[in-house]
């Protein structure tokens, strides 16, 4: 399937995988709906994208946790950006890995309120539209923390559960329509990521890639863009990839 002059809305748009996401749409000739809180960064990411094909770019300052920011944020798209066909629900992140006994409860919400509930609004705000127009794609971002839980994450692994439930969800209950579903889950991807996780600290973020050839962002942005240029008959359900060197979400080889 062609994704030339397609709208594809990518949330948490400004790094890592959303970033190198909307560069490999632009790359199709996608027009690109960008969103996230840090408008320098998603201008950056909008220029680049121009310069990569996109033939054209619309951003927007955004925080999914907002429900009615989101709502907002759809309902008053200029007309020429309202019918989106591709959403990626991308924005997400991990605050903190400490035994759940001893958590921050400020961590869990936050991650609680962009994974889950920041997903489920964009999700409600875009996918109406898509099942009206009788046309989209919905794709989100899982993780191998989604499926098997490890160690002092066991909230940010929720997220990611509950990220798997509801994207086999909505696959049932858009049943009927031609709107696809789709779950990308990568393992350990080398991004901002344990960087945002550990509150800014770079020694610790640095330790959690050392020894393993991460994925790059843009492996996972190639899938997703595969998943959409599959034939329109055809529903890429789930996607689980790692690193050679990581088996799941407990197991890596690091080399010495
Ligand atoms: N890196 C990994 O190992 C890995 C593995 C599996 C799954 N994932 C998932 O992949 C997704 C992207 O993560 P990443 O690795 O690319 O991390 P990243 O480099 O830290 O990027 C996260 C993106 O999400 C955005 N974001 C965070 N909170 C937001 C909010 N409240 N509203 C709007 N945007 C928000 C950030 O933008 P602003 O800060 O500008 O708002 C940023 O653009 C997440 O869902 C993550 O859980 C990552």
Redesign the pocket.
């Known amino acids: 399937m062609s994704l030339k002059g397609k709208i594809v809305f990518v ?9 190198a996401t909307a560069l490999a749409f632009a790359d199709q000739g996608a027009k690109l709906l960008l ?4 408008a320098g ?2 201008a950056e990411v909008a220029s680049k994208a121009k310069e990569r094909g996109a033939p054209a770019v619309h951003s927007i300052d ?4 907002d429900r009615r920011a989101v709502q907002n944020a759809i309902d008053s798209l200029p007309a020429e950006w309202a019918e989106i066909d591709i959403l990626v629900n ?5 605050r903190g890995l400490d035994k759940l006994y001893m958590g921050k409860i400020e961590d869990w919400e936050e991650m609680i309120d ?2 889950v509930k ?1 997903l489920l609004y964009v999700t409600r705000a875009v996918v109406p539209g898509m099942v009206v127009r009788s046309r989209g794609h919905v794709i989100n ?5 989604g499926e098997l839980t490890y160690p002092n994450g066991a909230v940010y692994c929720a997220s ?1 559960a509950a990220e798997r439930s509801i994207n086999d969800g909505l696959r049932q209950d858009v049943l009927g329509t031609p709107v696809r579903v789709t779950s990308v ?9 344990s ?2 996780r550990f509150h800014g600290d770079t020694e610790r973020a640095s330790k959690v890639y050392k020894g393993v050839k ?2 790059r ?1 843009e492996d996972v942005a190639d899938v997703i863009v595969w998943a959409a240029m599959r034939p329109a008959h055809v529903n890429i359900a789930r996607v689980l990839m790692t690193p050679v060197q990581q088996a799941n979400s407990l197991l890596f080889h690091r080399d010495e």
């Open positions: 949330t948490g748009a400004s790094a890592g995988i959303g970033a969103a996230a809180r840090r960064r998603l955004l925080d999914v946790r991308n924005a997400g992140l991990s962009t994974n920041g971002l899982g993780s191998t923390a990611k889950d990568p393992g350990m991807v080398e991004t901002d990521f960087l945002v991460a994925l962002p």
